[in-house]
């Protein structure tokens, strides 16, 4: 079975939804993020979703692709999939109430040591038709192969930073037993190599591990909190790639590795190392307006 790069430029049937407060406040009490912004509407303040909600928000395209996008691939190839990147640019919050309209294409095709890289692009509008947010969500299909590459241009180059020396911070993050439980309930991103031990074992891991997605937004907290005054409206972008694993029962470390300031701008370099020192996100970056 080989994933055919004519696919590029397909665009999926479009998904509606709408952001509820309970969806918002479940994501950031997740990841322990009592961040006001996301929790305090006393005095008639409106609350905001964490800016890491939108992956939320397109999981059910990615988890039904099948049923969004036109393909000739069995259902079973979708199973071969393990999420590789994400790169998402906020244009403004998502605020509970909001109704979203989601467009999905398909946005590139390329070879890779192991599989096939897959990447989708979302873009969220709100119902005044404005731009809320896009995402790039890379997958890889292991172990299938593609006819040739297409739509490199397409997507974002994500930079590795190398620096010497100690990081400018390190913030240690606890992942508990029970964290990728709670994710998994508190966002319905559901997939069972995070939740399921023998289902993780039979695909060759050691056991169920950390949902990188709730890795990313553990940074992106630290980011916000550390560089960001607190204000989540200042993020702008935030990508990485996964290259590691998170055990559930470990620490991890986000690691700020370089800081650029022009103006009111800030463009940050981060990582994310597991417990063995491994980089469980690489190529970390996020611009702070």
């Not at 916000?224 to 470990?250: C, H, Q, W, Y």
């Amino acid at each position: 079975m080989k994933i055919s790069s004519s696919i590029v430029g397909s665009r999926l049937k479009e998904y509606s939804t709408t952001a509820t407060w309970r969806q918002t406040t479940n994501y950031a009490a997740a990841l322990n993020d009592m961040n006001p912004c996301y929790f305090d509407d006393t005095g008639g303040k409106k609350i905001m979703a964490p800016p890491m909600f939108t992956v939320a928000l397109t999981w059910p395209i990615m988890e039904n692709l099948n049923e969004f996008l036109a393909s000739p691939y069995p259902r079973e190839v979708l199973h071969t999939i393990v999420h590789y990147m994400e790169h998402i640019e906020f244009f403004q919050p998502v605020l509970p109430g909001d109704r979203l309209k989601i467009q999905g294409e398909v946005a590139a095709v390329l070879p890779r040591t192991s599989g096939t890289l897959f990447v989708v692009k979302f873009t969220a509008t709100d119902a005044a038709g404005k731009l809320v947010f896009t995402e790039h969500f890379g997958s890889l299909f292991r172990g299938v192969g593609c006819d040739s590459s297409a739509g490199t241009e397409n997507i974002p180059n994500l930079q590795r930073v190398e620096t010497e020396g100690r990081p400018v911070w390190e913030a240690p993050v606890n992942i508990s037993a029970a964290a990728p439980y709670i994710y998994d309930g508190c966002t319905n991103i559901v997939f069972p190599i995070h939740t399921s031990p023998q289902f993780a074992a039979a695909v060759g891991l050691p056991g169920i591990i950390y949902q990188g997605t709730a890795t990313l937004a553990h940074a992106a907290r630290e980011l916000v909190n550390r560089e960001g005054d607190s204000n989540p409206e200042r993020l702008k972008v935030i990508a990485g790639r996964f290259t590691g694993m998170v055990l559930p029962g470990s620490t991890i470390r986000v690691q700020l590795l370089k800081r650029s300031v022009n103006g009111k701008d800030q463009d940050l370099f981060f990582r994310v190392l597991n417990e063995q020192g491994q980089e469980a996100i690489s190529s970390g970056y996020a611009k702070l307006g």
